[in-house]
């Protein structure tokens, strides 16, 4: 994996290759900045830089990366909510505009080869599963009567933050809530940071094709929540639409390092675990499949996922999960 390379301080991050490609586009137009992005981001081998290649120029690519997000957060597209408002002045579904934080620290409970991972967890979310566990953090905005724990963001400070904790951490992990509205935030955050470490998106992986490009170059490993199987159970639980078809379609374009996790959930091992399964088993990602789910915020409302799991769902999840041949972590 590229991505223990380069948390073992062998190989530089992404975002460390994309500061050292100098591009001019002070004058090009929207389009014109988007075409120039993707033909850059085409030619780059990231697995054949070494620490002698970079050299920080400036504007660089993850410059016009940061320029291409401004324009889209004034007409919001990041996920597939499509919102299309200005949110330097309004709010989309997801009702974040400014970066809020609840907290950062070394986390110790991640997957083995990610810890101690770095996690940054932001506040707010474009998902509203009625089953959330950190739902005081991801819901804070959809529910005002939840008092947020939530701190203003900072980038040039986080990114001096993420520099000093360096010294212990594998990894700096965007996590929340949901990364995703927080894009343009966290590539500013890039910006700042010097430090070598690799970038891990955590996230529910429900981003438009214009986002998912400009991480492109950026992030060195996709840390996943892969929820439902199909749409239906998406809508009901999580307020989603189309949600299979578009986390799907964004798993099969995915050309770094990818965990997956599945949080197993009572009732829906047949409509949404076994489906999963069996797309995943398609790619060479690992899998963690995920025991974890106890009825949360407002799931005693819904009658299907009001308990925690049966020992026999959770032996049947681990014969779904060697009937596909996933690559269990």
């Known amino acids: 994996m590229l991505y223990l390379e380069i948390a073992n301080n062998e190989k530089p991050a992404r975002f460390l290759i994309l ?9 090009l137009s929207f389009e014109e900045k988007v075409e120039l992005h993707n033909k850059l981001i085409n030619e780059i081998d990231f697995g054949k830089y070494d620490f002698d290649d970079i050299s920080i120029v400036s504007p660089n690519l993850l410059d016009l990366k940061i ?52 996690t940054i967890f932001f506040c707010g979310c474009n998902f509203q599963c009625v089953f959330c566990q950190n739902w005081d953090i991801s819901q804070v905005y959809f529910n005002p009567s939840i008092k947020g724990r939530c701190l203003k963001y900072d980038e040039k400070r986080m990114a001096k933050i993420i520099e000093l904790r360096r010294a212990l951490s594998k990894n700096v992990n965007f996590v929340g809530g949901e990364p995703t509205p927080h894009l343009l935030t966290i590539l500013k955050t890039l910006k700042y940071l010097r430090a070598n470490i690799p970038i891990v998106w955590n996230s529910n992986m429900y981003l438009t094709l214009e986002a998912l490009n400009l991480l492109n170059g950026v992030v060195d490993l996709y840390l996943t929540d892969f929820k439902f199987g199909n749409n239906r159970c998406a809508e009901r639980l999580s307020k989603i639409k189309n949600y299979f078809d578009i986390v799907a379609r964004n798993h099969s374009l995915l050309d770094v390092d990818v965990i997956v996790r599945h949080l197993v959930m009572p009732n829906h091992l047949n409509c949404c675990t076994e489906k999963i399964f069996r797309f995943l088993s398609k790619f060479d990602f690992y899998v963690n499949v995920m025991f974890q789910y106890r009825p949360e915020y407002l799931a005693r409302y819904y009658e299907d996922i009001n308990r925690e799991l049966t020992y026999e769902e959770m032996a049947y999840a681990l014969e779904l999960a060697k009937k596909y041949r996933l690559k269990l972590i």
């Not at 500061?19 to 004058?27: G, H, L, Q, R």
């Open 19 to 27: 500061k050292s490609i100098p591009v001019e586009f002070k004058d």
């Open 67 to 118: 320029e291409i997000a401004k324009e889209i957060y004034r007409n919001c597209y990041f996920c597939e909510h499509r919102c299309y408002i200005n949110r330097e002045t309004d709010r989309g579904f997801c009702r974040v505009k400014d970066s809020y934080y609840a907290s950062e620290f070394l986390h110790y409970g991640e997957e083995k080869i990610l810890i101690p991972s770095h």
